[in-house]
């Protein structure tokens, strides 16, 4: 397995220590190592072949082998385990008394079920809308997850704008969802 790290981890890093208390980002990190594990879980357990790692300031990307043919089914299995674990471990936490870690790892959880292509949500929807629509209209699962996407950040973002909500990490992370979604293809 190859494991990569992008330069822009270490920037959100550095900009989460400048903002948050190191606390916070302890249990932020100790939830992503807890997603990704699961999904790494999930892929041993079908007996799949992990190929890479890539650490990026969206989180981290782990890929298997033969995602391409692999069944419906079981890549959606590897796709949630990662937020199942971690809504697993956020219920733990609240009962033993640990609010921020829960708070971090149902953040987590939800944050990854968002229907975004960078997401472990969108990546699933997409895949689905693929299977449904892509020999009669290919550009229609595109286009679907765009407008889901968008939504979401913009009911989330009014959420925020009508609670007083200023999030800056949070923030940041809905635009990068939003750029992530349109730029890439």
């Known amino acids: 397995m190859t494991?990569?790290?992008d330069f822009t981890a270490p920037a959100l890093l550095a900009l989460l220590l400048l903002v948050l208390p190191p606390h916070a980002v302890m249990q932020t990190a100790a939830a992503g190592l807890l997603h990704e594990?699961?999904?790494?879980?999930?892929?041993?357990?079908?007996?799949?072949k992990p190929l890479s790692l890539r650490i990026s300031?969206?989180?981290?990307?782990?890929?298997?082998?033969?995602?391409?043919?692999?069944?419906?089914?079981?890549?959606?299995?590897?796709?949630?385990a990662g937020p199942f674990a971690n809504l697993l471990c956020a219920g733990g936490f609240l009962?033993?008394?640990?609010?921020?870690?829960a708070a971090a790892n149902?953040?987590?959880?939800?944050?990854?079920?968002?229907?975004?292509r960078s997401t472990d949500g969108g990546t699933l929807l997409y895949a689905a809308l693929e299977q449904r629509f892509l020999p009669h209209s290919p550009e229609l699962p595109r286009w679907i997850l765009h407008a889901l996407c968008t939504a979401a950040i913009a009911?989330?973002?009014?959420?925020?704008?009508?609670?007083?909500?200023?999030?800056?990490?949070?923030?940041?992370?809905?635009?990068?969802?939003?750029?992530?979604?349109y730029l890439t293809e």
Do not use: K
């Open 106 to 116: 149902l953040s987590l959880c939800l944050f990854n079920l968002l229907p975004c």
């Open 155 to 181: 009911l989330i973002s009014l959420w925020m704008y009508g609670n007083s909500l200023c999030n800056l990490s949070l923030s940041a992370m809905l635009i990068y969802l939003l750029l992530a979604e």
């Open 95 to 101: 009962a033993a008394g640990m609010q921020g870690t």
């Open 57 to 80: 300031a969206a989180g981290l990307q782990l890929t298997a082998a033969d995602t391409a043919v692999m069944p419906l089914r079981t890549f959606a299995v590897i796709l949630l």
């Open 37 to 48: 594990a699961a999904h790494l879980t999930a892929i041993a357990v079908i007996r799949r």
């Open 3 to 5: 494991i990569a790290v």
